[in-house]
Each structure stands twice: as C-alpha cells, then as structure tokens.
C-alpha cells in the first residue's frame, strides 16, 4: 500500500452485521487465528474493510450461501433511525 493511500475501516458493529452474528458469536470469532486484525482508535475498535471483506467471503463460502452485499453500498438505517429516535434502539 502506497504511503499516501489510507484504509477503508469499518467499525465491530458494520462487520458484526454483515456477517450476521451475535455481539456474544463476534467476541468468539475474535479469538480465532484468521480473525482481522483490530485496529484501535482512541478506545472504539475498526477493521480493515479489505480484510474483513476477505474474511466474510470464506465464512459465506464454507457455509454455502451468498456472500451479502458490499460495504460502501448504502443501507437503509430509517429503521435504526427511527428506533434511535424512539428510544428503542
């Protein structure tokens, strides 16, 4: 990677939904060898986005389903929005 090039991250969270999982089943999968490598910014925790898309491809794989769309697709967050507001979220 060029010096002037920066990476792309993404919180525990965004990766945590992508693949689908439990905060408690994340926590589990961190502690496995092939895990990304956490990246910490000030106390919050990212990831490499490459990585974690490269990780997230050969869960999907092994379990023979589809892999779920890109991270720099937009998500709908009305509903999470809404939630928030709500004071359910």
Known sequence: ??????????????????L????????????EEDFPNKIYINK???FD???AEVYIEKVFETKGRATP??????QNTSALSQET???NG
Do not use: H, Y
């Not at 689908?20 to 502690?31: D, H, K, L, P, V």
């Open 69 to 74: 769309p890109l991270f720099n697709k937009p």
């Open 44 to 46: 919050s925790v990212f």
């Open 1 to 18: 990677m060029a010096a002037n090039q920066k990476k792309r991250l993404i919180t525990r969270r965004e990766f945590r939904l992508r």
């Open 49 to 51: 986005a490459d990585e």
């Open 20 to 31: 689908g999982i439990s905060t408690m089943t994340m926590w589990r999968r961190e502690q």
């Open 85 to 87: 507001a709500d004071g």
